[in-house]
């Protein structure tokens, strides 16, 4: 080319293909699964036409109705425990003068994030046993949602203390100018602008909760199969592409989610 | 009360309710993060004491612990007790998988970062409302089951895997080519697994980068090699850090990668654990190799605060 090129000064060569690159590994994985779970013949790796029958036998089979059941039980019920939690532990490590402990607390809730699953997962292991030894306490399936409940807090709070940080304080100190009480401006004011931090919050705590294999393996009792292990349970038989139906299930409850709460943060940004 | 009292100091009488509100208000506040910290204490932090005591007592023949006090965890890590004589011999297979898994994570952080940096800085270069689109593209998998992605590799990977089957229709192997448990396939596992974990803290860091700085760099005559190298990496250096870290912890510590890639053969730091606390029955062992994998990632995050924290005195 003779003409001198125009410089864009974001410009770098072959970053654009690599970014490429990197999407394509990310999705045709799971494009293929996806895909596959269509597939109607009964091995997964041969296609012979496309059907629907194989998320018609996964929807109507047993377990995986007990194991859909445990895991909407669990992480429904961990989503909101954490949510809430986290909501008022972001109001109470965002709207104080610093206090002491101000760190630790932090350090605190976003522990789970720091320390690797399995660790999480055997110390929780090891602490039900221990109750349960010397106690003789079993929470039976308030066990696993109670080791969802804590690494879901984290998940909860980064968008709830994102939003509050980002919140502007004017529109607070209007109302208490205007004869708010505190509780009234909280009630009228902070919580209904703050209600998309906590949907966002919400929805990843769900998905992380919905997920979870490592610490539900560990920590489950009998009986207690989430779809993670109903999916794990399946694959150390000859794969069926009903397996691939259940997982694909599974990725677009996780992509809805993740939309949802990026959508919602999107629309904060706006 | 007086009449010259309540003429005379209205204002500050409102000042003083309107500070004891305040003060009230926010000691009540402060009570709020106690659920969460209550959560977190008991189930979140008292395991982990728990196991720090456990790694200290005797294993249970069926599993669990005896409490009685003995080191023999840590020792069992690098010794093996002979059961005649009962000396002690050095057995390195514990550290052996130890410093697999930590190649295995170095490995995996560098060649996230060689595919994650580019990516995350094209991203950043975008257009704002293509950045969005780009940032729900690289965000879905990482908030993606990871089992099932794991098994999108495993499916593809296989003997009777994609790639065997396409390689075979093709003419070019007429054999399959063995690949799923095997050490490539962890490998191939993990980084398919924490690329999205580089890839968005170095997009955040990117995104806030100044190119009024490159353009200087430019007008400076600097070539673009020059610019990336002494320019924009010095500058996300805080996203590469933090980047790497999210990488390499989650990493070093992988338990769903390993057990259905490596098949249960090639161990990795979370499988060794988890196995102590099944078909190996001794919880103590597994909780002292927990405690050895914590150290591990106490080090890297040292690291991290140090690094973070000397990048802010430098302004």
Known sequence: MAEPRVMDIKDQPGFRSIAVICLLVLYIPVLILMIFSLNSGSLVTHWEGVTLNWYGSALLNEEFHSAAKNTLIISVTATIVSTICATLAAIGMTRVKPWRGLAAAFMIINLPLMVPEIITAVATLSFFALIAGTLGLNFGIGNLILAHTVFCIPFAYMPIRARLEDMDLTLEYAAADLYATPWNAFKRITLPLLVPGIMSGAALAFIVSFDDFTITQLVAGPGQTTLPLYIWNQIRRPMTPEINAISTILLLVSILFVSVSFLIARRRAK | ?315
Not at chain 2, 46 to 60: E, G, N
Not at chain 2, 145 to 172: K, P, Q, S
Request: net charge positive.
């Open chain 2, 1 to 315: 009360m007086t009449t010259a009292a309540l003429s005379s100091a209205p204002l500050s009488k409102a000042a003083l309710f309107e500070a004891q509100a305040v003060k009230t208000s926010a000691r009540r506040n402060r009570l709020l993060s106690l659920p969460a910290l209550i959560i977190i204490g008991v189930f979140g932090v008292l395991p982990l004491i728990i196991i720090c005591v456990y790694s200290l007592l005797v294993a249970a023949p069926y599993g669990g612990v005896q409490w009685q006090f003995s080191t023999d965890a840590y020792l069992n890590f690098l010794f093996q007790r002979d059961i005649f004589d009962d000396t002690l011999q050095f057995t390195p297979d514990f550290l052996i998988i130890y410093l697999r898994s930590f190649l295995f994570a170095v490995v995996t952080t560098v060649i996230c970062l060689l595919l994650g940096f580019p990516t995350a800085y094209f991203m950043a270069t975008r257009p704002p409302a293509q950045r969005n689109w780009w940032v729900l593209l690289i965000t879905i998998p990482f908030w993606s089951n990871l089992l099932v992605r794991t098994l999108a590799i495993m499916f593809i990977i296989r003997d009777e895997g994609l790639i065997n089957n396409a390689l075979l229709a093709l003419g070019v192997i007429d054999k399959p080519i063995t690949m799923l448990y095997t050490n490539f396939a962890i490998q191939l596992g993990l980084l398919y697994a924490f690329l999205p974990f580089m890839v968005l803290p170095l997009y955040s860091s990117l995104e806030k980068l100044d190119f009024r700085l490159v353009e200087a760099a430019y007008d400076l005559y600097a070539t673009r090699r020059q610019v990336l190298w002494r320019v924009i990496i010095p500058l996300s250096k805080p996203g590469i850090i933090a980047g790497c870290l999210l990488v390499f912890i989650p990493a070093l510590g992988a338990y769903v990668t390993p057990l259905i890639l490596g098949g249960g053969v090639h161990l990795m730091i979370g499988d060794l654990i988890a196995q102590q606390f099944g078909s190996g029955r001794n919880w103590p062992l597994g909780c002292a190799q927990a405690l050895i994998l914590m150290a591990a990632v106490l080090v890297a995050l040292f690291f991290y605060v140090r690094n973070t924290s000397g990048k802010v005195q430098h302004g």
